[in-house]
C-alpha cells in the first residue's frame, strides 16, 4: 500500500481504532474482530506486549487491512515498525524525528498536539493528518470546532475520549476522522471474548461518521457508504 492510497482510505473510512491492550492474544482479537466489524483500519499500541511481531502478522496475513503502529516514541522504533510493515505511524505529541523518518520513507503519519501552535508545527513538519488530543479533557467539540475553525486547512484527527454519544459531532465539527479506543473496543468485551459486541460498535460508530459528515455538509461522507458499510447500516439503530 503506498501512502496514497493509505491516506485516502483513512480519509474515506473515518475511524482509526487504537488498540492498547495488556496482551498480544487481547490485541489480536481486538483487531480481527474490528475488521469483521467493517472497518479495514487497525492502529497497535507500542505498549501491546510483542506489538511489533503482531504488526508484522497482521500485515502479512490481512493484506486488505490497514496495520498501523501507534504510540511511537523514536526515530529507531518508528523504522523497526516500517519494516515490520506498518502502513502508518501515530504520536501522542510532536516527535519530529519521527515524523521525518515516516516522510523520508514515504508513510503516513500524524503525531498528536493540542494548542494552535502545537497543530501549526505538527503540520509544517510534515505530517499527513495531525491528531488533536486529549479533546475530551478541553472543551471537546466546541473546542474541536474553534480549532478546526481557526485551522481550516489542516486535516485533523479528534482522539481522546471519543464515545457514541461524540463522536458523530466531532465529525460535525470538521474532524476529517475519529481516533476511538475503548469506546469501540471495550475492555471487557476483550475479557469475555464478545465478538458480536465489537462487530456492533464497529458498524456503529460506522454510521457516526457518516451521520456526522452528512451534518457538516462534507463531500468526504459519500465515499463512506461503501462496500465495506453497505450490508451494516440498515442495521443499525441510533
Not at 22 to 35: M, V
Not at 121 to 145: E, I, Q
Request: charged letters at 20%.
Amino acid at each position: 500500500m503506498n501512502r496514497k492510497y493509505v491516506r485516502s482510505r483513512i480519509q474515506e473510512i473515518g475511524i482509526i481504532p487504537s488498540v492498547r491492550v495488556s496482551s498480544a492474544q487481547d490485541a489480536r482479537f481486538a483487531a480481527e474482530n474490528i475488521f469483521q466489524g467493517g472497518i479495514p483500519i487497525v492502529e497497535i499500541g507500542m505498549a501491546v506486549p510483542g506489538a511489533i511481531h503482531l504488526i508484522s502478522d497482521l500485515a502479512k496475513n490481512s493484506p486488505d487491512v490497514i496495520v498501523g503502529a501507534g504510540g511511537i516514541m523514536d526515530g529507531e522504533t518508528a523504522r523497526r515498525c516500517i519494516e515490520a510493515g506498518a502502513n502508518f505511524l501515530t504520536t501522542d505529541g510532536l516527535i519530529p524525528e519521527v515524523v521525518a523518518f515516516a516522510s523520508m520513507a514515504e508513510i503516513v503519519v500524524f503525531p498528536g498536539a493540542l494548542t494552535p501552535t502545537e497543530v501549526i508545527a505538527a503540520w509544517r513538519a510534515g505530517s499527513d493528518f495531525v491528531k488533536v488530543v486529549p479533546c475530551s479533557a478541553v472543551g471537546g467539540k466546541d473546542y474541536f470546532k474553534a480549532l478546526k475553525t481557526a485551522l481550516p486547512d489542516i486535516q485533523l484527527i479528534a482522539a481522546g475520549g471519543v464515545n457514541q454519544q461524540t463522536a458523530a459531532d466531532y465529525l460535525e465539527a470538521g474532524a476529517m476522522a475519529l481516533g476511538v479506543g475503548e469506546a469501540l473496543i471495550p475492555p471487557d468485551a476483550i475479557e469475555h471474548r464478545q465478538s458480536k459486541r465489537i462487530h456492533e460498535l464497529a458498524r456503529r460508530f460506522l454510521k457516526f461518521v457518516n451521520i456526522g459528515r452528512l451534518k457538516n455538509g462534507s463531500k468526504i461522507h459519500e465515499a463512506v457508504v461503501d462496500r465495506t458499510q453497505n450490508l451494516h447500516l440498515e442495521k443499525i439503530t441510533t
